[in-house]
Each structure stands twice: as C-alpha cells, then as structure tokens.
C-alpha cells in the first residue's frame, strides 16, 4: 500500500552537490522516522543520516557537516542535501520510512538511486 519514490542521483564532480528526495505515498496515517541509506558495491547497507517527526537528526560520521537531512511532513518527504562529496559517497542511495499504512505501521524502502561521484 506504500511506496516510497525517490529522485536527485545523478553524476556530480568531487566537491560537487546534490540533493536527493523521497516522497511516501498511498493509504497512509501518519510517518515517523525517515532516513537515507547507502550502499556502496562489495560493501553492507550503511545508515548516512536519519530524522524523526520533530525534526532531531542523527548522521553518519562519515558525512557529518557534509550532508543535511530535512523534511517536510506536510507532503511526507524527506530530502538529503549533500555538499562536498567525495568519489567514496558513490552509492546507491535508499530511502527509508517508518508508515502507519491502514492498521499497519512499519519500515518501507524505496527502489534506491545511484549517486556517483567522480574525481
């Protein structure tokens, strides 16, 4: 019943931004916590940063002060602004979310986008 969409990977240059988005959708009361995950080839999911309704956040050490999570409960979607990337950031990139879906709340993955930086 829910789907989780994302957008924003492409090619960016080290140094370079991007910023990706997910948007949860379908019968859905209410999203909890959201986060991104990535997952680099030969390498586990690994959490890059995550957010709660009220807005605490929580990152990865490897991507603080680089990457910012944010969202916006209105249209049940979470953003992830990332500055500074280095060629170790490539990734595909996964959303999460934590939906209350009909008499139903759990965890929800989007399909995932890559993000590949170069050097």
């Known amino acids: 019943q829910v789907q989780l969409a994302e957008s924003g990977g492409g090619l960016v240059q080290a140094g370079g931004s991007l910023r990706l988005s997910c948007v949860a959708s379908g019968s859905i009361f209410g999203v909890y916590d959201m986060g991104w995950y990535r997952q680099a080839p030969g390498k586990q999911r690994e959490l890059v940063a995550g957010i709660d309704r009220g807005g605490s956040t929580k990152y990865g050490e490897s991507v603080k002060g680089r990457f910012t999570i944010f969202r916006d409960n209105a249209k049940n979607t979470v953003y992830l602004q990332m500055n500074s990337l280095k060629p170790e950031d490539t990734a595909v990139y996964y959303c999460?979310?934590?939906?209350?879906?009909?008499?139903?709340?759990?965890?929800?993955w989007g399909q995932g986008t890559q993000v590949t930086v170069s050097s």
């Open positions: 999460n979310a934590d939906v209350f879906s009909g008499l139903r709340r759990g965890l929800h």
